[in-house]
């Protein structure tokens, strides 16, 4: 397969040419009511556990060592999510001009369709059914496996159907064809030296391509003779609207499918798979509650067998706005629900720390810039003193505009690490991303983040991952420059902190990554990439750095005695790679 088109990357595609264009997002949503928590507080379902979302036999694939862990995962959907605001705005504002309609209406009709995909209460109870409704013979246990596998496929034939519907209702057809012209001419300027090359004809959006999209390994890869019809980037954002409409099951078996046991997988042990909270920063609300949301994902933690290891979301400004709520659920969801870490997402107005010093001109300011500090220290006290990691968004990517986009960057994680400098127990960061591979602007986060892991080496408990470094894939080629930036970002860090090799983590960003054609490969593709630096150790990357950064290295430990009473397994019970 032809690699020039890997040159115009997926950042070149969402920033276009032009400036982004400013689209407002339709008022309707912003008058519904905030979801009331359906789910009591029942840790676990009675009666014998059917292990329904674990994985068959994991494969082993010649890259994998003994183990391996994603550390970061998602799998929600679009009532877990203040989907319009999201796509619209966190999506919208960095695509070009040309695609932005197109993505504006695709918003309106994910948040149209989320009333109706299953809220968590709803799966809860639907997974609570099955959790003791038959004996765990292999017979039932893979029977009920094949019945999902075609029910998953029914549903996705489904969903493809409404979402052509709701996008015709909003001239659809004429915005999607709009946004493959323009990615089709960016390709042709890109291939203008190839011999006897012919534009492909701009493909209709239809039910058929809306489900082929949604359908990994369906969608072609580009070739040069630009004849055939290619897969363009903006129907990737059709498979992970596919992946949005789809119950969280669903997510987590396509997911373990793909990466664990299909024939060719990687070889994947264990998710840990991150809620998200954008509440109060996107105007139009989530239709799951946030309490039920957290339960539904122990409950498939549980019934996965320890396959999924879940992380909370956190928000300050629901702490603002209403009483303390997030904190006391981040506080619930360690204690009694065997959560394993804390997920925030600076890129939603705020920086980890600071933000009365930094955030004072910033947008959309609250009234007490101290009081949001406030709130964020009280949840960093706590997981310090729970040695719970916290997750965070620490990528130039995915703010509601171009400013929110810095708010996961080195200034506000410098002043946390100032600000516990003098303490003996600082809290320990996952910086999700570790400031990404690349950078149309010049800034190098990796290196600033790894300034920060030197100048604080006393107190320091920073890990990053390599999530969504999608230019590992281009490390095929020789010589690619991507590659070549990839490999130098990390290059650069470890010349600042030698230590790097214990603190840097495999991670994929799925279901984000849904939006490549090749997300299966993925994790063998950062094993090949970064075998090119030396002082990387595959086992410390996709495994060991893990199991330290979460405490799970420790079997005498709080962390993971927790996480072993939540999932009532023990001895030969337990997931290899955590017995």
């Known amino acids: ?195 006897n090359a012919v534009p492909a004809a701009v493909p209709e959006l239809s039910p058929e391509l809306i489900r082929r999209a949604m359908s990994q390994n369906a969608r072609r890869p580009f070739d040069k003779s630009l004849t055939a019809a290619p897969s363009l980037r903006v129907d990737g954002l059709l498979a992970f609207a596919g992946y949005m409409l789809n119950e969280r099951w669903m997510n987590l078996r396509s997911y373990q499918q793909k990466y664990s046991t299909d024939d060719g997988a990687f070889g994947i042990d264990a998710a840990f798979g991150s809620l998200v909270d954008f509440d109060y920063w996107f105007a139009c609300p989530c239709y799951s509650a946030r309490s039920d949301q957290m339960k539904v994902m122990a409950l498939l933690s549980y019934l996965s067998g320890g396959y999924m290891l879940p992380l909370v979301g956190y928000n300050p400004w629901t702490d603002l706005n209403n009483h303390g709520e997030s904190y006391q659920l981040v506080k619930t969801a360690i204690e009694n629900f065997g959560y394993i870490g804390v997920k925030i997402y600076p890129p939603v107005g705020y920086y980890p720390y600071g933000n009365e010093e930094l955030n004072k001109d910033g947008p959309r300011l609250p009234k007490d810039l101290r009081a949001l500090d406030a709130a964020l220290k009280q949840m960093f006290d706590y997981c310090a003193r729970m040695n719970v990691p916290v997750m965070a968004h620490a990528n130039r990517t995915l703010g509601r505009d171009a400013a929110a986009d810095n708010f996961g960057g080195p200034g506000g994680w410098g002043k946390l690490m100032a600000k516990y400098a003098a303490e003996t127990n600082a809290p320990i960061i996952q910086l999700g991303h570790f400031g990404g591979d690349s950078s149309s602007d010049g800034s190098n986060w990796p290196s600033d983040f790894a300034t920060l892991m030197q100048s604080y080496r006393a107190n320091n408990r920073i890990y990053g991952d390599v999530a969504f470094w999608d230019h590992a894939r281009d490390c095929a080629d020789a010589g690619n420059d991507d590659c070549k930036t990839l490999l130098g970002r990390l290059q650069q860090a470890h010349d600042i902190y030698p230590d790097l090799s214990k603190r840097l983590m495999y991670g994929s960003d799925w279901l984000m990554l849904s939006q490549n054609d090749d997300w299966p490969a993925f994790p063998g593709q950062i094993a090949t990439a970064l075998g090119g630096l030396p002082w990387i150790d595959r086992d410390s990357l996709f495994y060991r750095n893990a199991m330290n950064c979460f405490g799970l290295s420790d079997k005498n430990g709080d962390r993971y005695k927790s996480v072993v009473a939540h999932l009532q397994l023990s001895g030969a019970d337990l997931p290899k790679w955590l017995a």
């Open 1 to 195: 397969m032809s690699r020039e088109w890997s040159r115009l990357n997926r950042r070149q595609f969402l920033a276009g040419s032009c400036a982004a264009m400013f689209l407002p997002l339709s008022a309707c949503c912003e008058f519904r009511a905030r979801p009331t928590p359906q789910v009591g507080d029942r840790q676990t379902p009675p009666g014998k556990r059917l292990f329904s979302v674990a994985p068959e036999a994991i494969q082993r694939s010649p890259l994998k060592p003994q183990f391996a862990i994603d550390v970061h995962s998602h799998f929600f959907n679009a009532s877990d999510v203040n989907v319009q605001g999201y796509v619209a705005e966190s999506w919208g504002h960095s695509m070009s001009p040309a695609a932005q309609p197109f993505i504006y209406v695709l918003s309106q009709a994910l948040d149209s369709l989320a009333e109706s995909v299953k809220t968590a209460a709803v799966e809860y109870q639907y997974l609570s059914g099955l959790a003791a409704a038959n004996t765990d013979t292999a017979l039932s246990l893979e029977s009920m496996k094949a019945s999902f596998d075609q029910s998953i496929e029914t549903h996705m034939d489904a969903s493809a159907q409404r979402l052509f519907k709701e996008l015709e209702k909003r001239d659809g057809k004429a915005k999607y064809r709009a946004a493959a012209e323009d990615e089709l001419g960016q390709r042709i300027k890109v291939l203008k030296a190839v011999p």
